[in-house]
């Protein structure tokens, strides 16, 4: 292959800052982001209300659980890990296997699987019309507006896209320190881009193409087929979780260095999109010296959102509003803002 036609799409490591683009149909406000985070961690959206979101995706642990594979309602495993939320906003697919396109449209997939939420989104919606504490919460988010599961999940999407991850090592050094990298993290860094081809698949500001690839990591329990798919996960914080891969098989870095040195795992006869490596120790230790550098240490976009949707236009003024109002204040007045002791 010609060296330049080569040098003019050639994947890259890139810097990540700033937030991810919101979709115009859902402009974020801080009214909306409050009400997706209460939401986001109140049982309210589950059957039994014994469980939210923040069940299986922690605050505190980065928005995943601990566990290798997420842990059902019936008390048994799922088939697949529980990913962390970080960066979330910047997907271009939604879940493992891309089956969703966007965060709005996933929000109530966990509240219909009966192992997740078990919830159905019409019952969620009575249960918060006839709550005074989230009435109100929705009037300021979306003044003038019936409450529906739509609703809901804008809110939700919108505070999922406020959750970052970035000014990790890497990020310094592309942003020119120099001595971010330390000397193994940059030896680590030249496999990744070299020798290893990580690069090929894990690129960009998010390591990740935001393609699907089979690279011999199969479904669990007999599901789904050899040869299926799976999305490039991202891999900033990728030192920050508990088990690897889609399936959550894997259980150390280090397994899954091995994975790729190997060429993957895949039965006789299937192909995998990866080849035989043949790294040395060290060379694996640098490879996880990069990866460790991809640590972010701010998880939370800057916040510079508008208050309520009356500053983002003059259309979404509530009925409670007089047509002839020529201010440019949300109409979404608290009267009694007890709700903030609740
Ligand atoms: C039982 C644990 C559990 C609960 C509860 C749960 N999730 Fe998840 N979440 C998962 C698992 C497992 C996946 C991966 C599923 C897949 O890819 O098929 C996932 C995937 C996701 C993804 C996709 C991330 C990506 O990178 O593609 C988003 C977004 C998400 N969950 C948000 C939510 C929201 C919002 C709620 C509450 C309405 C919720 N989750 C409730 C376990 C859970
Ligand atoms: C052909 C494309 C491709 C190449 C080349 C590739 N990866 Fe991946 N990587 C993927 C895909 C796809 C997944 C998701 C697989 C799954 O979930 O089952 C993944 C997952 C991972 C994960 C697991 C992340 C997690 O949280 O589960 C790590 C770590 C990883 N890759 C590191 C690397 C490293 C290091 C290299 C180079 C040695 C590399 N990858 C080369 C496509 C690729």
Redesign the pocket.
Known sequence: MAAVGLAATAPKLEPLSGGPPHPPENPPTQAKIRLGEEL?FDSI?SGGRR???G???KRELHFM?GLSR???LDESE?T????G?LN?GW?RS????GRVKT?EE??SK??ENH???DLDPDEAVRRIRGDRYYVRLFSEAFPGEEITFRLVAKA?ASF?RTLVSYDSDLDRYLLGQDDALSQAAKRGMDLFTGKAQCIRCHNGPLLTDHDFHFTGVLERDGHGKAGDKY?TQSLRDVLRRYSYM?NGRMMTIRQVIEHYDRGGSAPEGVQAEIRPLGLSDEEKDDLVAFLRALNGRVHRVPDTFPEGPGQLADTAAPESVPASSDSGESGAAVDDPSYLNR
């Not at 697949?80 to 990913?83: A, D, I, N, Q």
């Not at 939604?94 to 296997?97: C, P, T």
């Open positions: 986001f959206l469980r939210n979101c069940t299986c995706h659980d997420a842990w059902g799922l697949r890990k529980t990913p939320l979330v997907q939604i879940f493992f296997d965060l996933q929000v966990p509240l192992r997740e939420m939700v999922e999305k889609h």
